[in-house]
């Protein structure tokens, strides 16, 4: 964010500073973004779900290599080949993304696929070293086929139709800071709870806490969707920043370009 908030524009430093005429300062695209994306019933369940899920997973990410060679005992060829189904997992639920929104509808393919693909973080936990490998695999498969591809594709698909394309790049620039903001805390959370509980009551916690990463999206009008509703119209001048219709179209086009 004070990334986001620091770049300037180098048509306006040529110019002699300030914004360019009917495009808004940085600071108000930012505070459009958030409050697009918080007011909107849809995308505002998807950051929190998505959040959420990038806060657990980064916990149990951030030392499950460390359970695999200290707990597990597992070479380092045993754990790239389990890494290396997990990835089959990806390719097969990609394959199968859109097949499953034709079957069950976008809103339960999304709901679905995270809830039913955080479960099965709970067998690492119980792993031993007899049965080290086929757990970690399993777990891999099972959360990239599910988590990883069916709803990441779903929904980042929907909230890309239904939002505008004056607010796309606001939008995605928002959803990616609430999404992608939460994992270096769960990293390190993550850390710091395996320093003192060890490695496995943390890998335990992080995947309790990943079961109700559904929550949000289940308890909203995501679940009732069949099928990716049609693109909303422009939201108003006094929303996206003021400026004229010209300059906001100019902006729009901008937008969906790096959106």
Request: hydrophobic share 45%; no cysteine.
């Amino acid at each position: 964010m004070v990334r986001v908030l620091g770049v300037s524009d180098p048509e306006a430093r040529a110019a002699g500073g300030g914004p360019r005429r009917g495009h808004p300062p940085i600071r108000t695209d930012v505070k459009n973004g958030l409050r697009y994306v918080w007011r909107h019933p849809l995308l505002r369940p998807i950051a929190f779900a998505t959040g959420s899920s990038n806060f657990f997973g980064s916990m149990l990410f951030a030392i499950i290599v460390l359970f695999a060679v200290r707990t597990l005992h597992l070479s380092a060829g045993e754990i790239g080949l389990a890494l290396a189904v997990g990835n089959i997992g990806f390719l097969i639920g990609a394959f199968l993304a859109r097949r499953i929104v034709d079957w069950f509808g976008i809103g339960r393919a999304i709901v679905g696929s995270i809830g039913l693909s955080a479960p099965a973080w709970l067998l690492l936990p119980t792993a031993t070293r007899s049965d080290g490998f086929v757990v970690f695999s399993v777990a891999g498969f099972v959360s990239s086929f599910g988590g990883l591809a069916i709803y990441n594709i779903n929904q980042v698909s929907l909230r890309q139709a239904i939002t505008p394309l004056g607010m796309q790049g606001r939008m995605n620039a928002t959803m990616q800071f609430m999404v992608w903001g939460t994992m270096p805390v769960g990293s390190s959370i993550g850390g710091a709870l395996a320093s003192n509980l060890g490695l496995r009551p943390t890998l335990g916690i992080a995947a309790i806490g990943g079961l109700f990463t559904f929550l949000p999206p289940f308890f909203s009008p995501v679940r009732a969707l069949r099928r990716i509703p049609a693109r909303e119209e422009e939201p108003p001048a006094e929303t996206v920043g003021g400026g004229t219709g010209r300059s906001r179209g100019r902006h729009a086009g901008q937008e969906s370009a790096t959106g």
